[in-house]
C-alpha cells in the first residue's frame, strides 16, 4: 500500500483491519467531529498533526500499535514543539527518531503560526515533556521500544494543538468564550472516543499524566462506571503541571471559599471545605462548631461525614481531593489520611492547630502520607478569618471574638 493521505489507509481494504488501523480510524472519526468545532477568540490556529505528519504517525502505529495494551499512558493535547511538530504523542524530534525510530515526512499544514514552522523529524527544538516521557519509556524498556509498546501506549485527551496569535499553546481548560454547548459537545466527542479506543485496546489501567487529565478521565470512569483503573502521574512539561494544578485547585477553591463565607454569615469560624471525585463534589462542609455546640464539628468531619451517608463505603475516598479553605487541624488531617484520600489542598495555613506541617506533619509518620498542597488562594482565606476574629462580622457573636487574639489570625478548624 502506497496512499498519499492518511484518509487512503482507511479506504480500499481488502483484507481483515490491523489493530494499527481500526486505532487509526477512530482518531479520524473524532477528526471529523472536532474539525466542526470554533474554538472560540482566544484560538488563532488549530493544527491537525496527524493529517499532515500523517506518514510518521502511521509509520508509528504500525510499528507500535499492533497488540492489546494493558497501560495507556493518557496526556490532554499535542504540544507546539512534540506531536505538532511530527504526530507522535509527546513527540520530541530527537526521542522519535532515536527511541521510536519512526521514519516520514511532513507536508505543510493549511495554516500555521510564522514562529512555529512544521518541521517534523528535522525539528531541532527539544520539548522537555517529550523528553522526560519518553526518556521514561526508554528507561522501563532498556531501550527498547518494542518492549515498552508490548503492554502500553500513548494517546491524547484531546487530538488538535490550538495556538494564539502569538502562537501560544492553548490547552483545552484554557478556552475561553466558546459559545454555548461547544464545550459540552467537545467533552462529549473525546470522552466517546477515549471510551472506544479502551475497548479496542483492551487497555485495563489509564495512566494519566497531569492533572486535567486525571480529572476528566476519574469522571469519565466514575459516570459510566467502566472497568479500568485510573492511577495520576505528573505531568512531565515544566510549565503545565503547575498551571494545570492551579486551574483545578482554583477552581474547587472558590467553591470553598464561597461555604467558608456561608459559615461566616452564620457566625461560625469561617472554613469551607468540598470533597471532589473526578468532575463531581460528592460532599460540602463548613465549621458548624459554635451552633451545635461540638467542638469536632470541623468543616472537614462534615463532608467525612456526608461521604459516608451518601455511599455507606470507604473504598470512595481513594478518588477523593479535599479542597478546604484552612489547612486542617491536626484532628482533622489525621482522619483524612486514615482514609487514604487522594489529595488535601487548603489555602491559608493554621498556625495554632495545623496538621499538614505548622504545628504538625501528619504525612510525616503517617505510613501512607497523602500528597499536600496549600497556598491556593491564600489572602482570601487569611482575610475571612481576620473578617471573623476581628469582629467586623455584624453575625458573629461578640462572645465568640477573643480580643486577646486580635492581632492574631491562627485560629481555627
Ligand atoms: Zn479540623
Request: proline letters at 6%.
Amino acid at each position: 500500500m502506497n496512499p498519499n493521505t492518511i484518509h487512503d489507509v482507511c479506504s480500499n481494504k481488502t483484507t481483515l483491519e490491523s489493530l494499527s488501523e481500526s486505532f487509526l480510524k477512530e482518531e479520524l472519526s473524532l477528526y471529523d467531529k472536532l474539525k466542526k468545532v470554533n474554538y472560540g477568540p482566544k484560538v488563532k490556529y488549530v493544527l491537525k498533526p496527524v493529517e499532515y505528519a500523517w506518514e510518521i504517525h502511521w509509520d508509528f502505529l504500525q510499528k507500535y500499535c499492533r497488540s492489546a495494551k494493558k497501560i495507556l499512558f493518557l496526556g490532554m493535547n499535542p504540544g507546539p514543539w512534540g506531536m505538532m511538530q511530527n504526530g507522535i504523542p509527546f513527540g520530541e524530534s530527537s526521542s522519535a527518531r532515536d527511541f521510536l525510530r519512526v521514519v516520514g515526512s511532513v507536508k505543510t499544514p493549511p495554516s500555521f503560526h510564522p514562529t512555529r514552522p512544521i518541521l517534523g523529524l528535522s525539528c531541532t527544538r527539544s520539548e522537555v515533556s517529550g523528553k522526560r516521557f519518553w526518556g521514561l519509556a526508554s528507561h522501563l524498556s532498556a531501550g527498547d521500544p518494542l518492549l515498552f509498546f508490548e503492554h502500553s501506549f500513548v494517546y491524547n485527551y484531546f487530538p488538535f494543538c490550538l495556538l494564539d496569535e502569538k502562537g501560544k499553546n492553548v490547552t483545552p481548560p484554557e478556552l475561553k468564550g466558546l459559545e454555548a454547548g461547544v464545550k459540552e459537545y467537545i467533552e462529549q466527542a473525546c470522552d466517546a472516543s477515549l471510551i472506544d479506543v479502551l475497548k479496542l485496546l483492551q487497555v485495563e489501567v489509564i495512566l494519566t499524566i497531569g492533572r486535567y487529565a486525571q480529572n476528566k478521565v476519574q469522571g469519565l470512569v466514575n459516570k459510566r462506571n467502566l472497568p479500568q483503573l485510573v492511577v495520576y502521574m505528573p505531568h512531565p512539561s515544566p510549565r503545565n503541571p503547575a498551571r494545570m494544578e492551579e486551574l483545578f485547585n482554583e477552581k474547587w477553591m472558590k467553591v470553598a471559599i464561597e461555604l467558608a463565607e456561608k459559615a461566616l454569615a452564620q457566625g461560625e469560624v469561617p472554613v469551607g471545605c468540598i470533597f471532589v471525585r473526578g468532575e463531581e463534589i460528592i460532599a460540602k462542609g463548613r465549621n458548624d462548631v459554635n451552633r451545635t455546640r461540638n467542638a469536632t464539628r470541623h468543616a472537614e468531619m462534615i463532608c467525612i461525614d456526608e461521604v459516608f451517608e451518601r455511599f455507606k463505603a470507604t473504598d470512595v475516598f481513594k478518588d477523593v481531593s479535599v479542597v478546604v479553605t484552612v489547612e486542617p487541624c491536626i484532628m482533622c488531617a489525621g482522619a483524612l489520611h486514615d482514609l487514604g484520600v487522594c489529595s488535601v489542598v487548603y489555602g491559608c495555613a493554621n498556625d495554632r492547630f495545623g496538621g499538614c506541617g505548622s504545628v504538625f506533619d501528619v504525612a510525616a509518620v503517617h505510613h501512607r502520607p497523602v500528597p499536600v498542597h496549600g497556598g491556593v488562594f491564600a489572602s482570601k482565606a487569611m482575610e475571612l478569618l481576620k473578617t471573623f476574629y476581628m469582629g467586623v462580622n455584624p453575625n458573629a457573636p461578640p462572645a465568640k471574638v477573643k480580643t486577646r487574639k486580635k492581632t492574631e489570625c491562627k485560629l481555627v478548624s
